[in-house]
């Protein structure tokens, strides 16, 4: 009688190689293995149409098919060492839990799943998997992770594998649905339908990679950028300490203007900067989830979980346009002080300013060079998208980027609007947009014989301050000030806008009366 520890599990000459659990009803084959009486009967029941019958371990072959007698010796072997208990229970771990998939071939406790079979549509434990790696016919069939949706792949009216996916209808179907409501449909197999997708997605995926190294490429340029800007900032303060420490007490009001003007740019500029900044790690970050997304889903070795999956897919969000990251030539901030108070002091930064002819107003006449702009009868201007339609409008050929200054001379019955203009104002009309000063992309001093008043989005500002037919008008745009002057014999202040100015400006006039 065979003897064996009680810590070790039963013997393999008693386990059946093809259902791997305890022989029942064994019987011994010609080539002296021993199987469990219905898994060699059903082996051999698959091998009838050959006419020849192997053994499923040695591969031997018989002809004719034997005849299977029950082994009383090995059954009576059995009765003891089942009497003896000595079957060791599976460890705990390895019992399906409530998250797991089960064996579908187990009885009372199941074990884990290993794999499931997309032929047999059943899960298998390591125990009952083995005669998928033994028996012939078996190893035939595809193998996948342990799935709990292996019924999805059942067609629920014909009770058949769902091996089809019909185009017309972008579903999976069995081949009697080929036959019956999806006849005549463009009807391909799964697998090859799995095929073009998992192309589509192949390049769906290049696609975000290439995005995600540009993305992260303009992202360095910004960094480098941002600290490009603190240091050439840090270095300009630390200069004109240097140089206002050394001046009168006169020149310490000074001194202070002028570093918070560097700081204010500097805040500007680092902001801008920062924020584009954001937007782009955003971007990234939206990518590598939808890049990890796709990867997951191109590991999906069942084709209809697939392609189930594939048109759920979220779309991406548009991509954010390279041109907008406009990476500024770097420029000193020593540039920055305090605004002029002389008109000599104005002058030095004088702007020649000319009138742009396709922008100005059919009733306008533009002479000497496009610098006189006049009240007329309709002019035959040809057309253009940039002309003011209803309002008595203009605006300057020139970009303002800089620091500048320019006059305006007017004499008339009627009064004029002085004022600067991003170039994406509206054209067409007589809403505000159209207008200068009411809006929020345009700034515009009112002038008439008996008073000044400032506009900026339809909100009125009187203005007081000496009469003068000249009007002067001084633009630092990185620092954003913008300053209107009466001009006679001295310079007198009228109204100073402080503000963030985020578009090149152009000078504009509004003639009305």
Known sequence: MMVIGSHLSTPSPVRCSICLDLLKDPVTIPCGHSYCMNCIKSFWDEEDEKKIHSCPQCRQT????????????????????????????????????????????????????????????????????????????????????????????????????????????????????????????????????????????????????????????????????????????????EHSEKIFTQLIRLMEKRSSDVKQQIRSQQETEVSRVEELQEKLEQEITELKRKDAELKQLSHTEDHNQFLHNYPSLSPLSQSTDSSSINIRPLRDFEDVTAEPKTRAGFLKYSQEITLDPNTANTYLLLSEGNRKVTRSKPQSYSSHP???????????????????????????????????????????????????????????????????????????????????????????????ILSFYSVSETMTLLHRVKTTFTQPLHAGLWLYG
Not at 110 to 123: E, G, N, T
Not at 130 to 150: G, R, T
Not at 454 to 479: K, M
């Open 386 to 480: 940039d002309r003011f339609t209803s309002r008595y409008q203009v605006l300057s050929r020139e970009s303002l980027t800089e620091r500048c200054y320019w006059e305006v001379e007017w004499r008339g019955r009627g009064g004029v609007y002085v004022a600067v203009a991003y170039k994406n104002m509206s054209r067409a009309g007589r809403g505000n947009e159209c207008g200068f000063g009411y809006n929020d992309k345009s700034w515009a001093l009112h002038c008439n014989k008996d008073s000044y008043v400032f506009w900026f989005i339809n909100i009125i500002t009187p203005v007081s301050g000496p009469q003068s037919s000249r009007v002067g008008v001084y633009l630092d745009h990185r620092a954003g």
């Open 62 to 237: 018989f002809i004719p098919r034997p005849v299977l007698v029950k082994n009383t010796m090995l059954a009576d072997l059995l009765e003891e060492l089942k009497k003896t208990g000595l079957q060791a229970a599976p460890a705990d771990h390895c019992y399906a839990g409530p998250e797991d998939v089960a064996c579908d071939v187990c009885t009372g406790r199941k074990l884990k799943a290993v794999k499931s079979c997309l032929v047999c549509l059943v899960s298998y434990c390591e125990k009952h998997l083995q005669p998928h790696y033994e028996a012939a016919p078996l190893k035939k069939h595809k193998l996948v992770e342990p799935s709990n949706k292996l019924q999805e792949n059942i067609c629920s009216r014909h009770d058949e594998v769902m091996k089809m996916f019909c185009r017309t209808d972008q579903q999976c179907i069995c081949y009697l649905c080929s036959m019956d409501e999806h006849k005549g449909h463009d009807t391909v197999s799964a697998a090859v339908e799995r095929t073009e997708r998992q192309r589509e997605l192949q390049l769906s995926r290049q696609n975000i990679q290439q995005r995600i190294q540009d993305r992260e490429k303009d992202v360095k340029l910004l960094q480098q950028e941002v600290e490009a800007i603190n240091g050439s900032a840090d270095k300009a303060v």
